[in-house]
């Protein structure tokens, strides 16, 4: 029972989901300062998280289903791949390709009914923003094919996500949500980013054009991970700018040493992709290192930490400086 748990867990791909809880949490924090419904901001948070490991799901359904028509695949060679777990469980044969369905469709059904809920609470624009989000679910695994990838997840996690927890918890479309969005939104696709550029050799074997491959290596794609992270820190100028929240919002830059020490440590993968990062107190957390260890992931995983873990980090902060704002 733990095992086929262990299973699920990870083929929802849980240990991604503190991005959806933390951009979360900047947004609710801020409805809620204006007087929202809490109860509500909770329960869209449930939606998204099950939205978001649906669109896991089924994106690595498709993978798969692409995977095994490639001419020369072979399951023990995959396997013996120690760095890509993608579609590993299935690969392997711990799961089956209707459980995959069937798991999506349980994920989904569970973050439709909760709109459908919100649509009768709250009125027609919450069909806008779940007919967006829908698109972005059933549609992800496609773009991410033709370099839209990251895109995709800038609008879901940025407008969307924002603009629908203020209208569903205010009943008021605000333009200033979606101007709060700006940070962590780019510190989420930052996230998607790194792990396109550690797959960069696999997309280019696979046929996965993304924004990191069109580069000639892996190092020249790292000039857009500077503008990711130099746009993630400039961006909170803009909520003090159309008087959004006050200097306080700059407690996120006490997480820039934490993105130096990333993109360096990006740095030594391009050019070595097996070296495997000095593990400091401020990577952390970093679970399941046991099994990444077995399975020699750790060059992989641990940057994925590293990388989660900032945003974490620069979206407590941006937090704690939105609610130092109001008193």
């Given at each position: 029972?733990?095992?086929?748990?262990s299973?699920?867990?990870?083929?929802?791909?849980?240990?991604?989901?503190?991005?959806?809880?933390?951009?979360?949490?900047?947004?609710?924090?801020?409805?809620?300062?204006?007087?929202?419904?809490?109860?509500?901001?909770?329960?869209?948070?449930?939606?998204?998280?099950?939205?978001?490991?649906?669109?896991?799901?089924?994106?690595?359904?498709?993978?798969?289903?692409?995977?095994?028509?490639?001419?020369?695949?072979?399951?023990?060679?995959?396997?013996?791949?120690?760095?890509?777990?993608?579609?590993?469980?299935?690969?392997?044969?711990?799961?089956?390709?209707?459980?995959?369905?069937?798991?999506?469709?349980?994920?989904?059904?569970?973050?439709?009914?909760i709109?459908?809920?919100?649509?009768?609470?709250?009125?027609?624009?919450?069909?806008?923003?779940?007919?967006?989000?829908?698109?972005?679910?059933?549609?992800y695994?496609?773009?991410?094919?033709?370099?839209?990838?990251?895109?995709?997840v800038?609008?879901?996690?940025?407008?969307l996500?924002?603009g629908?927890?203020?209208?569903v918890?205010?009943?008021?479309?605000?333009?200033e949500?979606?101007?709060?969005?700006?940070?962590?939104?780019?510190?989420?696709?930052?996230?998607?980013?790194?792990?396109?550029?550690?797959?960069?050799?696999?997309?280019?074997?696979?046929?996965?054009?993304?924004?990191?491959?069109?580069?000639?290596?892996?190092?020249?794609?790292?000039?857009?991970?500077?503008?990711?992270?130099?746009?993630?820190?400039?961006?909170?100028?803009?909520?003090?700018?159309?008087?959004?929240?006050?200097?306080?919002?700059?407690?996120?830059?006490?997480?820039?040493p934490?993105?130096?020490?990333?993109?360096?440590?990006?740095y030594?993968?391009?050019?070595?992709?097996?070296?495997?990062?000095?593990?400091?107190?401020?990577?952390?957390?970093?679970?399941?290192?046991?099994?990444?260890?077995?399975?020699?992931?750790?060059?992989?995983?641990?940057?994925?930490?590293?990388?989660r873990?900032?945003?974490?980090?620069?979206?407590?902060?941006?937090?704690?400086?939105?609610?130092?704002s109001?008193?």
């Open positions: 029972m733990l095992n086929k748990v299973t699920i867990l990870e083929c929802s791909r849980v240990f991604s989901l503190p991005m959806t809880i933390f951009s979360w949490i900047v947004v609710f924090i801020y409805s809620a300062l204006y007087s929202g419904n809490i109860k509500y901001g909770i329960l869209a948070l449930i939606a998204i998280s099950f939205a978001h490991m649906g669109t896991n799901v089924l994106d690595d359904y498709f993978d798969y289903k692409l995977l095994i028509k490639q001419i020369d695949f072979d399951k023990k060679e995959y396997l013996k791949n120690t760095q890509k777990t993608k579609c590993r469980y299935l690969v392997s044969g711990m799961m089956k390709e209707s459980d995959l369905i069937i798991l999506a469709l349980i994920y989904l059904c569970i973050s439709g009914l709109g459908i809920f919100f649509y009768l609470k709250c009125g027609t624009p919450v069909l806008y923003f779940a007919f967006m989000g829908g698109l972005a679910v059933c549609l695994s496609l773009l991410s094919r033709i370099r839209l990838s990251e895109i995709t800038a609008l879901a996690y940025g407008p996500l924002f629908g927890i203020y209208y918890m205010t009943k008021t479309v605000s333009w949500a979606f101007v709060l969005s700006l940070p962590t939104m780019f510190m989420t696709v930052v996230l998607l980013y790194i792990h396109t550029v550690m797959d960069y050799d696999y997309d280019l074997k696979e046929g996965h054009k993304t924004i990191a491959n069109t580069f000639d290596s892996q190092f020249d794609s790292l000039i857009v991970l500077k503008i990711l992270l130099c746009c993630a820190y400039i961006s909170p100028i803009m909520l003090c700018i159309f008087d959004i929240a006050d200097w306080q919002v700059f407690l996120s830059y006490i997480t820039i934490l993105a130096m020490d990333l993109y360096k440590s990006m030594d993968y391009s050019i070595d992709n097996s070296s495997v990062p000095e593990k400091k107190w401020f990577h952390y957390p970093m679970e399941n290192m046991q099994n990444i260890k077995k399975l020699n992931a750790e060059s992989f995983m641990i940057r994925m930490y590293q990388s873990n900032l945003m974490i980090y620069f979206s407590l902060f941006l937090t704690l400086g939105i609610i130092l109001t008193i």
